[in-house]
Each structure stands twice: as C-alpha cells, then as structure tokens.
C-alpha cells in the first residue's frame, strides 16, 4: 500500500470537509445574529456553505469541489467519485443513525390518555406523508403533461412526502431508484434539493410562526435547563465508561452489528428477487430499526436470567451517535445537490416547496388545534418541523418555547415512530409503483388520497363518534319523553265505550 496515493486519503478528506463545513456554520452561527435568529440546524448551514463552493468551483474549473483529485476525482472504472462518495454516506448515515435511535430503551409507561396522544400522534405524521405526496403528485401530474421537460416523470412529485417528510437520506434514496430504474434525470439531486428546500421551509415559517404568536401573547420563550445529574447520562447498574472496553466503542460496534445484519437481510433477499434489489436497498433504515426489537428483546431477557448483570445499551449515547449520523447525513445531502442538473426543473421545485409547505402548515395547524388543545403551538412546532426537515429540526423548533420540555410535545415526537411505521410502512411500496406509467402515478394519487381520508377519519374517531352518540342520546331522550307524554295523555283520556 502507497500511502501517498490520494485514494488513501479520499473518505476521511471527504468526511474531514464535511465536519469542518459543521464546525464553520457553527462559528457563523454564533456571530451572526441573523442566523442564530433565523434557526437554520447547523448541518443545513454547513451543507449550504459547501453546496455553494461546489457550484462556484463547476463554473470556475468544470466540475464539482468534491470532485477535485483530492477527494477521488471524477471517477473512472470501479472508483467512486467524490459526489459519489457523499451520496454514500448520506444512505449510509440515515440507516445507522436510525438504529441508533431504535436501540435506545425506555421504561416509561403511558397511561390512557397519554398512549392516545402519541399514537394520534403517529397518525398525523403518516398524514402529513400523505397530504405531501397527494399535493406533489398532483402537481407533477400537471406539469409533466403541460411542460414537457425532458427526463421530467409524473410521478416526481411524490418525492415531496420523501424530501419533506422524511428528510435527506430518504429523498436520496428514492430519487435515485426513479433515476436509475424509471429514467428520472437528475432524480437523486431532485429530491436531495425538495430536502433542503424543506430544512428551509421548516425555520422560515417556524421563525414567522414564533414571532406571530408571541407577539400576540400566546406563546413565551422558555430557557432550557441543562441537565447537571448523573441520570441525565445514564441509568442505574450500566456498565463503566471505562473498562477493558470503552463504553461508547460498545455502543458503536453494536449498532454497526445491527446495521450489517440489515444489509445481509437485504443482500439475501435481494438474490431471491432481484427484481425488488433497489427497493429493498432503499429500506435499510426501517430493517435496521426492525432488527432492534429482537436485539432490545433478547437483552431484556437476558437481563432477567441475570446471565448479563449490567445493561449494556445507553440512551445518552445511542442519541450522540444517531445525532452525529443524521448532522453527517444532512450536511453531506445538502453538498451533493448538482445545481447545474436541476436547470430545467427549477420553477417545479419551487412550486413543489411552497406548496409543501403551505399544505403542511394548515394541515398541522388544524391538527393541533383540535387534537393537542393543551399545548397546540408546542405540538405545532414539533410537528412541522418534523414534516419539513427530521425530527432534530422539529426539536430544534420546540426548544424555543418549550427548552424544559414541560409539555408532552417532545415525548409525541420520539414514540409517534411506532405507530407511524405501522400505518406508513405499506404505503411507501407505493412510492415504486407511481413511477411505472402516467396512469400509476394518478392510480398512486387517488389511492393516498383515499388513505388521508380514511386516516383522518381514525385520527379524529372521538369528536366523529362523540357527536354521533350525543346526537343518538339525544334522539332516544327526545323519544322517551314523547312516549311518556303520550302515556300520561291515555291516562288522563276518558274510556271509550265499548262496541259489540
């Protein structure tokens, strides 16, 4: 091995960049008002910064910064170029971070009430997916008839519930099977720029959304309380930080485990349909998370038997590593948009963005609004957030009236994944489906427009069914005391003579 080969040095360059890109938006952040202010995540600062030194540098020297000898170069033969290798990790940091959150254990219990607001809660946010996709595939549906753009598919628009909704790593995922197996030009960075238009999307209106209310006196800003105590790291009988193995090497090699065991799954399927290869690569988030309910399972088990005396799994740290793969997913997301591909698309993503989110804000808002009464501007917050960037941008926004997290808004949003993945993982089959003609993408979009009706009628089952039994009692009280009436009226009435 040459070690002055730059191919030696071409990952850890690439991920060195993509962390000092961090470091820097970071540092802006702190001494630019406007952007503290403004409540850009600093991965979709850092992404922006690189994104735009990636353009100049095409429009200066002719191709991308990542694309420079130093990180890999253009490609050739086997080797990956550097866009290539930020594509990568990108897929690779949505399914590890994804374990990571999967892995970590709670021993809370939820009383009725509480049990019914986080699985409306799931509900909302498969909603949410659906009202996007309907509004983007409406739209695409539209222009790609009227526009006739080249490489331009009907179904593109659907990658708005993907970008939006579910973030960076997904967005990828999907363009990218459009782009390979459908013939969508440009798919991959088409939905890699929906996400970043939705990070966006997501601190501008949030921003708007905060000052309103609190000008109108509804809401506060509420300082967060930072956490002094040991049991804010860790919980009781864990093992030591430092032994023979360091405790965060522990937690590391045990979602890497999982997240190869994923990728064996995936593999060995993929060799008995081979038809279903992309499909299936592009789950390698939800397998993974599938794989720690039976790891989490037999642990717990084990702990009983007392076999394993110390737990093994810690939350604080299982959150560093799934932070630290989602910051790294989304500033590299965001470095690998290629502008110059997007050319002809431009007023369609536009469109798509602010449709998104429009539809998204009404959406959410008329939720909240009816279901989280108690605390709606919290439960908004997190809510849209969420739907437009991930669930770290959702956070970040909850944290500016809600720092002590005082509300169930952030419990919402951690175990709404359950029921969400109960109720969106069928759907998302759908997602390979539009693509194959005009007529399955509009089949697609009647379909999650049926599905946002159905689930909506679920969501809102008390008040429907409240007001039906009330109207029923009220009916059955109505005919009681007609009857009544009308037994006191036979009373009262003088005997008829009797006929023979």
């Known amino acids: 091995m040459n070690y002055t080969n730059l191919g030696v040095w071409t990952a850890l360059m690439v991920i060195a960049v993509l962390l000092l890109s961090l470091l820097l938006g970071n540092i802006l952040r702190h001494f630019i008002p406007a952007l503290k202010k403004s409540l850009i995540p600093v991965s979709v600062l850092g992404g922006l910064l690189l994104l735009i030194i990636s353009t100049v540098t095409y429009y200066c020297a002719g191709d991308y910064f990542f694309n420079l000898p130093l990180f890999g170069g253009n490609g050739g033969g086997e080797r990956m170029s550097g866009m290539n290798v930020l594509e990568v990790i990108t897929y690779h940091c949505l399914g590890v971070g994804f374990v990571a959150t999967g892995l970590r254990s709670s021993k809370k219990k939820f009383g009725k009430k509480r049990a019914g607001e986080i699985f409306d809660s799931g509900l909302v946010t498969v909603n949410g997916y659906l009202v996007q996709a309907f509004v983007g595939l409406a739209i695409t549906l539209v222009g790609a008839y009227l526009l006739h753009t080249d490489g331009l598919i009907s179904a593109a628009g659907i990658l708005l519930a993907f970008g939006f909704g579910q973030g960076t790593g997904q967005a990828l995922n999907y363009g990218n099977i459009f782009e390979k197996d459908y013939g969508f030009t440009g798919g991959g960075n088409f939905g890699l720029t929906i996400a970043a238009l939705g990070f966006l999307a997501a601190c501008i209106v949030g921003v708007i959304y ?20 040991l049991s804010d790291y860790e919980d009781e009988n864990e093992i030591s930080i430092v032994s023979s193995m360091d405790k965060l090497t522990v937690q590391v090699a045990i979602v890497l485990a999982i997240y190869a065991a994923s990728f064996g799954i995936m593999y060995g399927l993929s060799a008995l349909i081979p038809s279903l290869a992309n499909t299936l690569f592009g789950f390698n988030f939800f397998i993974g998370v599938l794989l720690t309910l039976p790891v989490k399972a037999v642990l717990n088990k084990l702990y009983e038997k007392k076999i394993i005396k110390k737990q093994i799994i810690n939350n604080f740290m299982m959150d560093r590593i799934g932070g630290f793969a989602f910051d790294l997913m989304i500033v590299a997301g965001v470095a690998a948009i290629q502008i110059p591909l997007l050319a002809s698309y431009w007023g369609l993503l536009l469109i798509l963005a602010a449709a998104g989110a429009l539809v998204t804000v009404f959406y959410v808002n008329f939720v909240c609004k009816r279901q989280f009464g108690a605390y709606r ?123 023979e």
Not at 212 to 229: H, P, T
Request: net charge negative; aromatic share 8%.
């Open 210 to 229: 905060i000052n309103v209310m609190r000008r109108k006196g509804q809401i506060k800003i509420v300082e967060r309380e930072k956490g002094n105590s």
């Open 377 to 499: 501007h919290e439960q908004f917050l997190a809510f849209f957030g969420m739907l437009t960037g991930t669930a770290s941008t959702g956070m970040i926004l909850l944290r500016e009236i809600d720092g002590t997290y005082r509300t169930p808004a952030s419990e919402n949003l951690v175990y709404q994944n359950v029921p969400a993945m109960v109720f969106g993982f069928p759907l998302m089959f759908l997602a390979t489906y539009a693509p194959t003609s005009d007529l399955a993408a509009l089949i697609t979009c009647l379909i999650v427009g049926a599905a946002f009706v159905v689930l909506n009628l679920v969501l809102f089952r008390n008040r429907i069914f409240k007001r039906k039994s009330v109207a029923e009692g009220a009916a059955e009280s109505d005919g009681a005391e007609e009857g009544a009436a009308g037994a006191e009226e036979a009373e009262s009435a003088p005997d008829e003579p009797k006929t």
